[in-house]
């Protein structure tokens, strides 16, 4: 199929374009941006005059409950939701039932993901077998199977040994390590930050000890075992600094932070708001701030959408009783883009943050809006604004914490492999 | 919506009784002086007065208790009004998706007021901002949140012994960290203009931030109840005696447990309260227990007309007083 996209702005901060011009697909890849090849002939022509043209989302961490969980959404579910909210590129952790420590689990996965025909699902591997923390998952096994990296999701490691020699393992197999950092013992069943507001809710407390003790023993084994580590969903000030400060002495590590941690923090837990019971928790505004920032300097390298829906009676319970996670797909977009409505972040980070920097963390071509480059691409209304309702929302799961907020922008086609797999 | 909003309706005036934070001098003053008109309704020949008569009330109680039960069911029997006793001991995370069921079927048989205690924190903020319009909900006790009717029997007591709020000194003393007593006195000798509210214990029991409630933190029990004019100890859970917070029970009473001795640093008339039960020789020894500046037993009656007067307010059946906004 040959596309071309007329008269939008071109921006991808890969290349550093940014300039207004037709882009011109054909078998899956951009063939020009700006005039078309000689003797080009376009299948379908779209108009995108006073809009944004930016490469496919990735998404370095979302949830699609299947298997295992269909109750709350399934593979097709969301794949349908990704696709219209820009997202061309979807990574899963490997906490699916039954976990992805088999090629079986992943292939079952690829063949949804296949037949949902909407964007396309990678996968992370186990690190140890069954997300036990003791036997070493066969991670060339997965990896000859097409995982992209290996993980135990958000389940720690409890024996430090056992992380660390699965971290000389899997670097010897290439594979990055995917670390959540939590220490289950110092996060003691809480459910919420630590601050005056768990102690105002009498809710129990989760010190930001419980992911920074964690993020040091990852980042000291990583570089013990010259594994390549990521560390996902960080949310806390004190881990940044450590990133810092391991990246300054060669350490290869790179960070994500979900989106909501982005925006959100412990108040809005008030009044019980099980929406915003999330794991790891909303931490407090100094911790907000210091992650912004470190996504504005880079420290953070990628902002995911952490989607996690649910379904209503997950969240329908006293606060500690309900099931931490929010539903964020459809939103990851619009919030990003907030960032920089608010003088946050310059667009150019906003985009590379969701679309280079978690390509390069996951080894893909994609990420990038260049003549050659994968046909990955969305249009985008940046001004479209709109009130965040569940009737909108495309995910099964309506766990959404920004409902009832006013947002700006809005994806009006995704384009995956030179397939449009979205339309307004 | 915070949990305070949820228990007033659109003129201010409670619906609900889930927590002491956010209620005015006023109402709380208002509560008191019912709940003195119903102090004399024990002593009568017929110890009932017909203002919930015809009305079905829930106990539900989702972990032990013997008192706050007692009086509630108490206090409702002489309000005239039907009492069902429902104890459920709560296990692990079906919990939610049982509370939701069980409350709809309560809700089919045309129950008037539910009285809840949960170990779960927002329990009963959960449950009323899902009942149907007319039903009330009292909060007995939710996880460490709030136990807003014990905090108001508190008051009535500080009160009768000392009714100048706003010149005491009060001290908490114990594990802070785990009591919704504590957080809900906080609330009401705030509301009632106390300036100076202690809370004294080791670090591990004090919760992070509780200054931001206006009060100030002793990690030592002497300078903490010093010319104290309320004392109020808290109970110390078994299981937290010997653990990552505490080394023993021994060290704790040596520390933090009220003995005559220790009771000379706080003022000569100084009043002793304590929510119960009672560990004797842990946080409090008999001699203080038993003694005469001890007003534990005088907490459990005024716990009674104290319930009678926060039920009948929030069922519309008294008298309208102060508005409350």
Sequence with gaps: ?424 | MTAHDTQLDQHGRLKHFLTVEGLSRELLLEILDHAESFAGVGDRAVKKVPLLRGKTIVNLFFEPSTRTRTTFELAAKRLSADVLNLNSSTSSTSKGESLQDMLHTLQAMHCDMFIIRHGNSGAAHFIASRVSPDVRVINAGDGRHAHPTQAVLDMFTIRRHKPDFPGLRVAIVGDVAHSRVARSEIHALRALGVADIRVVGPKTLIPAGIESMGVTVYNELESGIRDADVIVMLRLQKERMRSALLPGAKEYFNSFGLTNARLRAARKDVIVMHPGPINRGVEIDSEVADGTRSVILQQVGHGISVRMAIMALIMGSLAPGRETG
Excluded at chain 1, 325 to 350: C, F, M, W, Y
């Design chain 1, 1 to 424: 199929m040959r596309l071309s996209i007329n008269g939008g702005r071109v921006f991808c901060p890969a290349s550093g374009q940014d300039l207004v011009a037709d882009v011109h697909v054909a078998e899956g890849r951009v063939a020009a941006i700006g005039p078309a090849p000689a003797g080009f002939r376009p299948d379908q022509q779209i108009s995108a005059a006073g809009k944004l043209v930016l490469p496919g989302i990735v998404d370095l961490c979302a949830r699609l409950r299947e298997p295992g969980a269909e109750h709350k959404a399934t593979i097709a579910s969301e794949c349908a939701a990704a696709a219209a909210a820009g997202i061309t590129t979807l990574c899963c952790p490997p906490d699916t039932d039954p976990v992805v420590d088999t090629p079986a689990v992943l292939e079952l996965i690829n063949q949804r993901a296949a037949a949902a025909g909407k964007t396309q699902v990678l996968v992370l591997g186990a690190l140890t077998q069954g997300l036990q923390g003791e036997v070493l998952a066969e991670m060339q096994t997965l990896k000859a199977a097409g995982c992209r990296g290996v993980s135990d999701a958000g389940r720690a490691v409890g024996n430090s040994e056992v992380l660390r020699r699965a971290m000389e393992y899997a670097a010897g197999c290439g594979l990055t390590v995917f670390i959540q950092p939590d220490d289950p013992q110092l996060r003691n069943g809480g459910a919420m930050h630590e601050g005056a507001t768990s102690t105002r809710l009498g809710l129990p407390p989760i010190p930001a000890s419980a992911e920074t003790v964690a993020v040091a023993r990852a980042l000291l084994l990583a570089e013990e075992a010259g594994a390549r580590l990521h560390l996902g969903r960080i949310s806390a000030a004190g881990s940044v600094s450590q990133i810092r400060a391991a990246r300054e002495r060669g350490v290869a590590v790179s960070a994500d932070t979900g989106i909501c941690h982005l925006h959100l923090t412990d108040t809005d837990v008030d009044g019980y708001q099980s929406l915003c019971h999330l794991a790891p928790p909303l931490r407090g505004a100094a911790d907000r701030d210091a992650l912004v920032e470190a996504v504005a300097t880079g420290i953070i390298d990628a902002v995911c959408s952490d989607h996690q829906p649910h379904d209503a009676d997950a969240k329908a319970a006293p606060f500690s009783l309900t099931e931490p996670g929010a539903s964020t797909i459809d939103l990851l977009l619009p919030l990003l883009l907030k960032l920089v409505q608010e003088g946050k972040l310059p667009l150019a980070r906003a985009i590379a943050v969701a679309t280079t920097a978690p390509a390069r963390i996951l080894g893909l071509d994609q990420g990038r809006l260049e003549r050659n480059g994968p046909a990955d691409l969305i249009i985008v209304d940046p001004d479209a604004e709109f009130v965040v309702t569940a009737a909108l929302l495309k995910s099964a799961g309506l766990n959404n914490p920004f409902l009832g907020r006013r947002l700006r922008g809005r994806v009006l086609a995704t384009i995956l492999q030179g397939r449009l797999i979205f339309q307004q």
